[in-house]
């Protein structure tokens, strides 16, 4: 008797749980970010981790998979530069934490398995940084150097725009487990190809 209570329980909730067509949520998570470039002076490090945390939409079509999840969210990520030292010929690998309002939309197609919803994700995204951060790039500093001036810092660039691929699993139709890796297509600053790369991981709640 417990195992046909126990198996009609499952089939219930199999019932209950198919995707949402129309849903709103909350998630938050991870970013681990990159920036990779090699000077003579000195090689970047990669930075700590960051967060990020918003609301969502989501639209699913059903019988085709296909869906769309923009998002609105509050990022917070390091980014790597070189810095002066405290010696006129130093130089050392520095972090400055900068803040983002980020707006990706995820494309999504996935395959519902009535408790299960993994899927496969294209995300084109719009960044505009709130915090204003002075720069030293390694071609700024390399010129400089090489007419015997200094060094001056650039600004970070405000706007960054990118597109991602990734995956990730709706679970019950109430929780959203994604990762995603994104590769920025605009430079750090305006002199110099230096573009930001990153990997997030979140966890989402879909009402």
């Known amino acids: 008797m417990k195992k046909l209570l126990i198996i009609a329980a499952l089939v219930g909730l199999g019932i209950t749980a198919q995707a949402k067509t129309l849903a709103f949520g909350v998630k938050g998570g991870i970013n681990m970010p990159s920036i990779e470039f090699k000077t003579d002076l000195a090689e970047l490090d990669k930075p700590d981790l960051g967060f990020h945390a918003g609301v969502f939409g989501q639209l699913n079509i059903p019988v085709i998979g296909l869906g769309i999840q923009p998002e609105l969210l509050y990022l917070n990520q390091p980014v790597a530069y070189l810095d002066k030292g405290a010696s006129a010929t130093g130089w050392k690998n520095a972090t400055k934490r900068v803040?983002?309002?980020d707006i990706?939309?995820?494309?999504t197609w996935g395959v519902d398995l009535k408790v299960v919803r993994p899927f496969i994700a294209a995300t084109p995204y719009l960044r505009y940084a709130f915090s204003n951060v002075?720069?030293?790039?390694?071609k700024a500093v390399r010129d400089a150097?090489?007419?015997g001036s200094e060094p001056k810092p650039e600004d970070l660039n405000h706007f960054d725009?990118?597109?991602g691929a990734g995956a990730g699993i709706d679970l019950f139709s109430t929780i959203q487990l994604m990762g995603?890796?994104?590769?920025?297509?605009s430079d750090?600053?305006?002199t110099g190809n230096y573009k930001v790369r990153s990997f997030t991981l979140s966890l989402g709640y879909i009402f």
Request: aromatic share 18%; no cysteine.
């Open 134 to 138: 002075e720069t030293y790039v390694d």
């Open 188 to 190: 750090l600053v305006k």
């Open 104 to 107: 990706p939309i995820n494309v």
């Open 180 to 185: 995603r890796y994104s590769w920025g297509l």
């Open 161 to 163: 725009y990118g597109i």
């Open 99 to 101: 803040s983002y309002l």
């Open 145 to 147: 150097i090489a007419s």
